[in-house]
């Protein structure tokens, strides 16, 4: 067997760890007789796997108590949808606009009411945060919509905007469970948990009780917060997989000393691979603000498109897998997730460093 490096955005790299135990478990599970995929999302030892997942995701989190956790399905760009449906009342939602997600979600405001941008950073093809201290947010919006770490242009918040006493409704699919959070600054935080924590199909949802509206009319049962968290997320069946491996990825955060120890890990990858982009003379960040950059995704171009063909084609028969950028940016794009090693990292830039010297005008 020969696990390669793989630096994919999403669905991405797992701790091989956490794949191992699933592994061990795929045909018993803990005495049950059978696979987790086996089971009724109604038995008992289901209800143990979803209860433990919750209590670790709120231990990791420190999520207080008047907050929800759900485990939905339907993509995180069901979200877009399904945030403005159930946070926005007046149907008035603000949004910082950095790429391609927030766009999306601000796209899908527009379909269901009146969305307004408050800030963007289109100017420059999304390279960088924008300032989001003196937003003008309007007075009787809603909430203030952010996508916290930009996937596709590997730009990340490492502050938070002022929202001026509005609510604050964040997309976190890229960084979740990145670094430590305070829970209390937000409304709402959603994720898709294939980017950083587990197989793609279930979005966790962490969402303030009070903001979940008891009444929606005209609005489908499935689309309403309140039925999946008055259910505990088991109105009907959930991807019970997807959770028991969601379960699986939390515990293995906590014995790898949770969000704090993990955001050290990532800027110390993430520092590894920055130091030799700005220093080189054939690879070029592609956000050279400092501030704006994501500890997650960091895209690389060399300039010359032949030039980045060659190289991911390279470093593929290497083992560094999925480097390829996303057609929007161009070049390349390393995702460097929580479980994405440190030697992985040195790897790259070990293999980098040899392409770039193997490249050396005369
Ligand atoms: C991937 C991604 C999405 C879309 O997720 P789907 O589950 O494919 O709908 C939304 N937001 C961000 C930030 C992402 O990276």
């Known amino acids: 067997m020969a696990r390669v490096y793989n630096f994919s955005a999403g669905p991405a790299v797992l701790p091989e760890e956490v794949l191992s135990r699933a592994g061990s478990e795929i045909l018993d599970y803990q005495g049950s007789g059978m696979s987790v995929m086996e089971m009724s999302h109604r038995s008992k030892v289901f ?41 926005a009342p007046h149907r008035k939602a603000d949004f910082v606009i950095t790429g391609n997600w927030a766009k999306k979600a601000y796209q899908e405001a527009q379909i269901l009411g009146d969305p307004n941008v408050v800030a963007s950073s289109a100017d420059k093809n999304f390279t960088y945060i924008p300032d989001c201290s003196d937003l003008p947010i309007r007075e009787d919006t809603d909430y203030l919509y952010i996508c916290q770490n930009n996937t596709i242009y590997g730009t990340q918040y490492h502050t938070l905007p002022n929202t001026k006493g509005h609510t604050l409704v964040s997309d976190q699919s890229s960084m979740f469970l990145s670094e430590p959070v305070d829970v209390t600054k937000f409304g709402c935080i959603h994720a898709g948990v294939q980017k950083n924590v587990g197989p793609a199909g279930v979005q966790i949802v962490i969402v303030r009780e009070d903001l979940i509206p008891d009444d929606l009319p005209g609005v489908p049962t499935m689309l309403r917060f309140k039925t999946q968290a ?38 110390e990858k993430a520092k590894i691979l920055y130091d030799y982009l700005d220093a080189s003379e054939l690879f070029h960040p592609t956000v050279a603000d400092t501030q704006s950059r994501s500890l997650m995704n960091v895209p690389f171009v060399t300039g010359d498109k032949d030039l980045d063909a060659e190289f991911v084609a390279q470093a593929a028969e290497a083992g560094l897998v999925n480097l390829k950028g996303h057609r929007t940016v161009g070049g390349m794009r390393a995702s460097i997730y929580n479980a994405m090693p440190k030697a992985g990292v040195e790897a790259l830039v070990n293999f980098m460093d040899g392409f770039e010297r193997s490249h050396k005008k005369a």
């Not at 143990?48 to 485990?71: H, Q, S």
């Not at 088991?234 to 955001?263: K, R, S």
């Open 47 to 87: 209800q143990g796997i979803i209860d433990k997942a919750e209590a670790d995701i709120r231990t990791l989190m420190g999520i207080p108590e008047n907050y929800k956790v759900l485990f939905l399905q339907g993509g995180d760009s069901l979200l877009f949808a399904t945030t403005f449906i159930n946070l």
């Open 230 to 267: 008055d259910k505990g997320s088991l109105y009907n069946t959930p991807n019970c997989w997807g959770i028991y491996m969601c379960g699986l990825v939390f515990q293995w955060l906590l014995e790898n000393g949770g969000l704090a120890a993990m955001h050290e890990k990532n800027a």
